[in-house]
């Protein structure tokens, strides 16, 4: 009985340090430039379509501050 609860506990502890060592190595990473950031105030929009819905809501903005 208490052998299957060792390894039971050696397998969880073994998952636990798989997922910290994951954790950390996503941290080393670089991180990915994005080609849709705004020009004008430098959002990462992560696509085209966002980008563009940005410009939109960016423009419709500055017309009713009414710069």
């Given amino acids: 009985m208490h052998v299957g609860l060792e390894v039971g506990v ?7 340090n798989d997922s ?6 996503r941290q080393l990473l670089p991180a990915v430039t994005s080609p849709c950031v705004c ?3 430098g959002r990462d929009c992560y696509s085209r379509v966002g980008l563009h ?5 960016f423009k419709s903005n500055i017309h009713t ?3």
């Fill in 10 to 16: 050696k397998r969880i502890h073994q998952l636990d």
């Fill in 20 to 25: 910290h060592t994951r954790r950390k190595v």
């Fill in 39 to 41: 020009i004008r105030c």
């Fill in 53 to 57: 819905s940005h410009y939109k809501r």
């Fill in 65 to 67: 501050q009414g710069v």
